[in-house]
């Protein structure tokens, strides 16, 4: 059994865990940009694992900015 440990509050996950991936789209002629693709490949190579806490506070914290 692996043992999760949340990326942001540093506690055991005992479950299920989450993850966040922020990802650049392409634009309307299919391109992305270094920046994006750069970070696109950074975001498949390392996941943050997150509790359920930490992923509400998370989500709360993105609902605001709409």
């Known amino acids: 059994m692996i043992k999760r ?3 942001r509050c540093e506690k ?3 479950g299920n865990y989450w993850t966040v991936s ?3 789209h392409e634009d309307n002629l299919g ?3 270094t920046e994006g693709a750069g970070n696109n490949m950074q975001q498949n ?3 943050k694992e997150f ?3 930490c992923i509400d506070e998370i989500k ?3 609902e ?3």
């Open 31 to 33: 391109r992305h940009t």
């Open 64 to 66: 605001r900015c709409d």
């Open 22 to 24: 922020i990802y650049e």
């Open 60 to 62: 709360n914290t993105i």
């Open 51 to 53: 509790c359920k806490n």
């Open 12 to 14: 055991e996950i005992n």
């Open 45 to 47: 190579l390392s996941k």
């Open 5 to 7: 440990i949340c990326d």
